[in-house]
């Protein structure tokens, strides 16, 4: 398992904390600290287990109001950082 710690941008969540599989592949966890509770723990339980590209392939370029990304956009974020690390090590 990889993990990553993430700060993203322009949304109320101050960190997101995401591990993938060995090989980047497959989301193992995610958890968002601060943002709207309800929404960001709804997201996290609904990507666990689930490819990384497909969740960004669904889920990147989502916005809340006028910030031009999200919670669930920065995640992706965050993913496709963790996936490209993972893979780094295993090289």
């Known amino acids: ?5 993430f700060r993203p941008s322009r949304v109320c969540t101050r960190n997101i904390h995401v591990e993938v599989s ?5 989301i193992e ?4 600290f ?3 509770n309800g929404n960001t723990k709804a997201v996290a339980k609904l990507v ?6 497909e969740i960004v392939e669904l889920l990147a370029g989502n916005q809340c109001l006028t910030r031009g990304t999200s919670c669930a956009d920065q995640m992706t974020i ?5 996936q490209a690390e993972a893979r ?3 090289a």
């Open 34 to 36: 601060g943002g709207c």
């Open 48 to 53: 666990q287990g689930k490819p990384v590209d």
């Open 29 to 32: 966890n995610v958890v968002f």
């Open 88 to 90: 780094a090590n295993i």
């Open 1 to 5: 398992m990889y993990a990553l710690d």
């Open 22 to 26: 060995d090989d980047g592949n497959t």
């Open 78 to 82: 965050a993913l496709r950082q963790a």
